[in-house]
């Protein structure tokens, strides 16, 4: 079966330090692949997607995500972090074999503290 | 203004009763999917539509009912609503993305 891990389920670090969050999925043919942020108490946005060509995305907020196909990855970034970026970041595919239906990941909540 | 929208954004139920969420999107998109996100589950799928009169489960299916008479419009149905139904639930609609609506906070007492 397909899945999606995001290796940090909680991350705390300080304004202007450096974002990486993990994605990797398990799925061998074609993937789209994207980044959700749900702000407290909001809905899920989106950040940014991949579907074919330059595999280093950037997004909005100043977030970028890189794919990696041989790592099975998809790490998203952002090299100096505001308060305002504290939120909950999701992961997700999207196969061949399942065109519409997305693969969450758990989500992995981020802290920021001032 | 365009998009997806929920109704009710809270709702207060008691055990047994019916509960219909409504799902309504502006974009005419062929897909729309409802999951509830519960703290610990992330988000779970729980039935999607391809188009209108499509529809099929997802990964927790049991105790709801979906319709799809309308691409515009995607209602999901808790029969006898239970506790462990408690959640906040999504409608999200797209093709090769998906867009979320603001969610329907839903106690069952």
């Known amino acids: 079966a397909q899945s999606v891990s995001q290796h940090n389920h909680h991350v705390i670090l300080s304004e202007a330090a450096s974002l990486e969050l993990g994605c990797n999925y398990s799925?061998?043919?074609?993937?789209?692949l994207f980044w959700y942020v749900q702000y407290p108490g909001q809905h899920l946005q989106l950040l940014l997607k991949?579907?074919?060509?330059?595999?280093l995305v950037k997004g909005i907020k100043g977030f970028e995500a890189e794919f990696i196909k041989s790592k099975f990855s998809f790490n998203l970034r952002k090299p100096s972090v505001q308060w305002s970026d504290t939120a909950e970041y999701f992961c997700a595919v999207m196969t061949t074999d399942s065109w519409g239906k997305f693969q969450f990941g758990a989500g992995t909540q981020v802290v920021v503290t001032p | 203004d365009a998009g997806i929208t929920q109704s009710p954004r809270y709702k207060i139920t008691e055990t047994g009763r019916q509960v219909t969420l409504m799902c309504h999107q502006t974009w005419s998109h062929s897909y729309m999917f409802w999951y509830r996100q519960d703290l610990g589950h992330g988000l779970r799928l729980i039935y999607y539509s391809a188009a209108a009169d499509i529809t099929d489960k997802g990964e927790v299916p049991d105790g709801y009912v979906v319709s799809r008479s309308k691409t515009e419009n995607f209602p999901l149905t808790l029969e006898s609503a239970t506790r462990s139904q408690t959640s906040v639930y999504f409608c999200?609609?797209?093709?090769?993305?998906?867009?979320f609506g603001p969610g329907t906070r839903l106690t069952v007492l």
């Open positions: 991949y579907f074919s060509g330059d595999p």
């Open positions: 799925y061998g043919g074609t993937v789209n």
């Open positions: 999200a609609s797209g093709t090769d993305t998906q867009y």
